[in-house]
């Protein structure tokens, strides 16, 4: 593959640096491309971490940079080194070598029973078991889901503030009264702490990115590089802060995706204030008449 200018002034650069990229335009290859040019340059592949959102991603990810190496007559035992991981992967590794977490992830069945369980032992609801199943308890785990990916725990929820926040929100339109909604407040933080308190020594998703920048005392990585950063949520923004010496930045803000779990491009704004930013504009994957 022939190296367009673009990418080889992204492969050039020496400082912190956010690559914009359109759609189709190879973010995943001129990463890889990166990942090549420091092999070369004598950096060692265990400081190297390549971070992606999916398994898929990664997969990818790591298929692109294992066969450029090979073209390159990089030795499988040296590509082998470099770490390539979720976010998730990269914390859950970190904490289960060091002992902190047992390792054990719940999935979802356990969060749903959980909020069932403490709604019907505070008979929270006037409604029949099936109606809060099918109508009601997906809705309750979201919310629960969505606030802890911003790190929002149980103990954090101030029942007072919010009380005042439903205050100032409601309207004589919505379907429940004030009361109603103050009352739910307590049935919800309720069920939100009786899940945690099931979960004995598992740990869920939010909790290893959690337990991981509560608990990380490691070594900084000496070059990061990050794909589709437009997804990344606030947690995991705090975490990359806190294990790059150089970093590397690709995305896209036209093709955040990730909202359910807090990813935002406020976070692509963010870095892009202290990364020099480049671009990545040529697409490569349609023609110009579908484009």
Same mark, same amino acid.
Request: glycine letters at 4%; proline letters at 1%.
């Given at each position: 593959?022939?190296?367009s ?57 790591f ?23 979720? /976010? ?6 970190y ?23 403490? /709604? ?13 199943i ?10 629960i ?31 429940f ?6 009352? $739910?407040?307590?049935? $919800? ?39 589709e ?30 909202? $359910? ?6 976070? /692509?704004?963010? /870095?892009?204030?202290s ?15 579908i484009?």
């Amino acid at each position: 593959m022939k190296i367009s200018d673009e990418q080889q002034a992204i492969i050039d650069s020496k400082v912190n640096t956010i690559v914009i990229s359109n759609p189709g335009a190879g973010k995943t290859t001129t990463l890889s491309l990166k990942v090549i040019d420091l092999l070369k340059n004598d950096v060692s592949p265990e400081k190297i971490l390549c971070i992606t959102y999916t398994a898929k991603a990664k997969k990818e990810m790591f298929d692109t940079i294992y066969k450029m190496a090979q073209e390159q007559g990089i030795s499988d035992s040296i590509t082998m080194k470099i770490h390539i991981h979720t /976010f998730h992967g990269m914390a859950l590794d970190y904490l289960t070598n060091e002992g902190l977490i047992a390792g054990d992830i719940v999935g979802n069945n356990l969060l749903r029973y959980s909020i069932l369980e403490s /709604f019907e032992a505070n008979k929270a609801l006037n409604y029949d078991q099936n109606y809060i199943i099918e109508k009601l308890l997906g809705k309750v785990e979201n919310s629960i889901r969505y606030i802890k990916s911003f790190g929002i725990t149980h103990d954090k929820i101030d029942l007072e503030k919010t009380e005042k926040i439903i205050d100032q929100t409601w309207s004589p339109t919505r379907a429940f009264s004030k009361d109603d909604l103050k009352k $739910f407040l307590q049935y $919800f933080v309720d069920a939100y702490k009786h899940y945690e308190a099931s979960k004995e020594d598992s740990v869920d998703y939010s909790d290893i990115l959690l337990t991981f920048k509560s608990k990380f005392e490691g070594d900084k990585f000496q070059y990061v590089l990050v794909d589709e950063i437009q997804d990344m949520n606030e947690i995991e923004a705090e975490i990359i802060e806190m294990i790059f010496e150089n970093l590397f930045l690709f995305g896209d803000s036209k093709q955040a995706i990730f909202g $359910f779990q807090g990813g935002s491009t406020k976070n /692509f704004q963010k /870095f892009s204030q202290s990364c020099k930013p480049l671009l990545l504009s040529t697409n490569r994957r349609s023609t110009q008449e579908i484009l």
